[in-house]
């Protein structure tokens, strides 16, 4: 018998991290403008596996970093799992940015685009200094979301994206 997974916007989920220590990930929005896919805020602290922190204190902790995803593919891979529920998620108003400039001989790509949660895409050519900090809008595998948690960057873009 398949077991049915639901995910709701607030739901908290531990991540394990191979050194003994895990952080914390909260599902905050569907993204619309982004193949309806879900939207989470990974927070910076990391705690000792033993530790039983607040959520309310962890949802409290400054965001490392959001990212497109599929919670599902996480949760059936044992890459996180799903710990409690916060309704404090944060303000949505997210920059992400996505480039439609796929030539990898190209060093630096002149067709970004760039949208908050759920809003218009808004396209930009080269991207300045004002939109650099935007988010990777591509929706990434959970893996990813653990491979930046360790290096502070996902392991198949290419410099700069």
């Not at 920059?95 to 796929?102: E, V």
């Not at 991207?127 to 990434?140: D, N, P, Q, T, Y």
Request: with cysteine; charged share 30%; net charge neutral.
């Amino acid at each position: 018998m398949t077991t049915r997974i639901t995910t709701k916007i607030g739901d908290i989920f531990e991540i394990p991290l191979v050194d003994k220590y895990k952080k914390f990930m909260q599902y905050i929005a569907i993204d619309e403008t982004q193949l309806k896919s879900s939207v989470v805020r990974v927070f910076e602290l990391r705690y000792a596996m033993d530790d039983s922190p607040d959520l309310e204190d962890v949802v409290a902790d400054h965001v490392d970093f959001y990212a497109h995803t599929v919670l599902r593919f996480g949760i059936t891979e044992n890459i996180w799992r799903k710990v409690g529920k916060s309704r404090n998620v944060g303000q949505l108003n997210i920059l992400f940015r996505g480039t439609n400039d796929f030539d990898k001989s190209k060093k630096i790509s002149e067709s970004w685009f760039v949208w908050e949660v759920s809003g218009p895409v808004r396209t930009v050519g080269k991207l300045i200094r004002e939109f650099k900090c935007a988010e990777s809008g591509s929706v990434v595998p959970a893996e990813q979301i653990v491979s930046r948690i360790k290096t502070g960057e996902y392991a198949f873009w290419h410099p700069g994206y």
